[in-house]
Each structure stands twice: as C-alpha cells, then as structure tokens.
C-alpha cells in the first residue's frame, strides 16, 4: 500500500510540476510580450526626441542613455545617469548595426532596480551617430512572476496532499477485502476446516468475484484433502489386509515342519495374496497415470472391433459359470484413447460377471458426436445406500474388505470418462444393474 501512495504522489507530482511549468511560462511569455512592446514604442519615441534635439521623456519607470561610438555617456535620466548599462562587447555589437536587448538583475533575489534595455544605433541630422539605450523597469513584471510562483507552490502542495490522501484511502478501500480473504485464507495452514472468505453478497464488482472465486477454490481443496485422506485411510486398509495374511501364513508355516503338501498350499496362498497386492498396486499406478495424462491420444478404432477385443478375455469365464455375454455395436468409427477405454470397458463386464447372475449384456452406439456405451446384468442390482458412492475409490457394497476385488474398478472407469470429457453413470433397472458411459467422440 505505501508503495502504492508513493507511486500516486509521484505521479500526481510530475502531474502538477509540469501543469505549473505550463502556466508559469505562458504567463511569464505573456508578460514578457507587454514588456516587450511597451519597451520598443519607447525607444521609438527616444529615437525621435534624439533626432530632433529635445530633451527625451517618458513613461514611468523609464531610463535612457545616449553614448557615443566609444561607450562614454552623453546625456542620460537621472535613473541611470551613473549605470553602465551596456558591456563594451554589447557596445562594439550595436556600432556594428546589431540591436541588443538585454535584461539586467534576475528575478531573484529581489533587486527594486531590474531593467530591461534595448539598444541600437542611432544617425543624428548632422550625420553624427549615438547608441541609443532605453531603458524599462521589470519590476512589476517580476512582483507578478514572484506572485504566481508563489501561489503555484501553494496549491500544488495543497493539491498534492490532497491526491495522497485520496489515493491513501482509496487503496485502503481496495485492497483492505484483499486483506481480509489473505487472513482468513492464512488460517487453512492451521487445518481449519470449513473456511470461507467474508464475501458480501449484496455487491457485483471485480473483488467480489475474485471473493467468491475464492470460496469455490476452497471448496474444491477442502474436498481434495478429505479425498485424499480417505484414500490413504482406504489404501493403508487394504495394504495392511493381505500384508497380515501373508505374515500369518508364514509364520503359521514357520511353527513346525510341513509335510510338501502342506508347504504347497500355503505357497498357493500367499501366491493369492501377492496377486492381490500387484492388482491393487497396478489399479492404483493406473488410476494415477491416468489422472496426471495431459492430453489422452485419440485415435479413429472401429466400434464393433473395440467392444469385441474389451469383451473377448472374459467370454471363458463366463461360460465356465454357464453365463452369456452379448455385445450389440453399432457400425461406425469413434475417435477415442482406446488404450484406457478397452481396460475400463472390460472393468464394468468384469464387476457384472462377479457381482450378479444371469446373462450380461453390452450396448454401444454413436449419437450426435457422443459414444453412449451401457454394461447391465441380471441379478440384485447395486445397494441404494451405495450408488451415490459406486465411482469413489475403494468404494465396495460389501462391507468385508476380503471379500474379491479392490474397490478400484469402477473409480478407474468414471476417471477414464472425465478424462475423454464425458460421464460416468450407474443405476439400477427392474432385471438388475446398469453402467453407461458417455463420452465425447
């Protein structure tokens, strides 16, 4: 802020130092004219009362001296009578035809004697030559310069402060909001939850906006952090779980000696619970690598052959389990990262094989530039309890974690749709579930 009012009175000096220069010189000019001329229609009538031979008059606050070639005074007013009022190189100019003006005293320090003189040569009518000097008193050209100096100081000072002080108050009015938002944003550093800038909500202007800009921008933190903290609470869950029973296994084979038969199942497992944790471990690696992918590289892949190469891996085991699965694709093109769709298609034909019975059914179709893809199955359909969570991570119906699967499945296929800029939607119909994904394509 002090930088802020510095930079005010500077500029409102620079402002008001050259509107005074501006005036004073205007003024000065002005002046200066009158003088000027007043001076020239007195040395016209100086040079006429020379040429005629009378004694020379004049205005008040008027002065002349005749000199001859050499610079010697020949008759003068009494005002000068003893001044040299002209320099011999100023003489030696005027007897060369030259006309010199000159100004003697300045205006300060203040001298009751300033004049200003002009001088030029002058053929007498017995063919003789003089140097005529008038001579005209500056001092009530110089009172009025002194004057406006002075009242040019005054109120530029006074306008000066004045401008500070606006200037003050006004940056203090700006930026004493901006203030208050950085004290009460300070406080996020102590773990203060729920906080939210003092925002009017009566007012429309730039800091108001930037206020609730502000408030939706803690929102989304506060939101990110209690994410992130139930991800790490459910992530340290579901690590420690097959970590115990590995150690549980070993040691439990460690006790005494094993027949190879029983070596061999406990090898199996702890096998189980290693797969589990590279599942868990890739799930999450995906999750992340998928969330920090700038740009998804988009390619033209034909719908139908998508949908059959997503489908493909899990046809065994569906027929192991004497179940069908029947996918119906439109004719057509996409232009999607088919990378991250197959794996998260496949996730959603995967969750329905392991959480319902009956057959399963894959419905994909391009609308208006938008790929519409629904997985639905035949059985108890999603917990209502649970479909307004389906798509947070580690997020399960049932509530034993050992029971198959971590949880991430559908949370890595909702992150494929946001990424692709579209839409992940679950719900429940009168044979089952139902997941439907709409992305831009």
Known sequence: MVRLVLAVAVTMSLVLGGATALVYVRVQHALDQQLDADLAAYYHDLRGDLR??????????????????????????NLVRTKQLLTPAQITSVTGGTTVHRDIGGLLPL?????????????????????????????????????????????????????????????????????????RAATLADGTHGVRLPVPEDRDDELTRLGHTLNRMLERLEAAAERERRFLADASHELRTPL?????ELDVALHRPRSATELTDTLRSVDTEVQRL?????????????????????????????IASAVGPHRTAATRAHRSITADATPGTVDVDATWLRPAIGNLVDNALRHSHGDIHLTAATHDGHLRLTVTDEGPGFPADFLPRAF?????????????????????VAAVATSHGGTAHAENTEHGAAVTLDIPC
């Open 111 to 183: 001298n009751p004697h300033t004049l200003r003189i002009k001088a030029q040569q002058v053929r007498l009518p017995d063919h003789s030559t003089v140097i005529a000097v008038a001579a005209l008193r500056r001092g009530h050209r110089d009172e009025a310069l002194r004057e406006l100096l002075a009242q040019l100081g005054i109120a530029a000072g006074l306008t000066l402060i004045a401008a500070s002080y606006v200037g003050y108050r006004t940056a203090r009015a700006a930026l004493d909001p901006v203030e208050r938002y950085r004290r």
């Open 278 to 306: 590279i599942d868990l471990t890739n799930a999450l690696l995906d999750l992340e690598q998928l969330g920090a992918t700038d740009h998804l590289t988009r390619a033209p892949v034909e719908l139908p052959a998508l």
């Open 52 to 77: 005629a031979g009378h004694k020379p008059g004049g205005p008040d606050g008027s002065a002349y001296q005749a000199l001859d070639t050499h610079g010697r005074v020949i008759q003068a007013s």
């Open 392 to 412: 947070e991570r580690f997020a399960r119906a049932e509530a034993s974690r050992t029971s198959p699967g971590s949880g991430l499945g559908l949370a890595f």
């Open 244 to 248: 115990s029973l590995l150690r549980a």
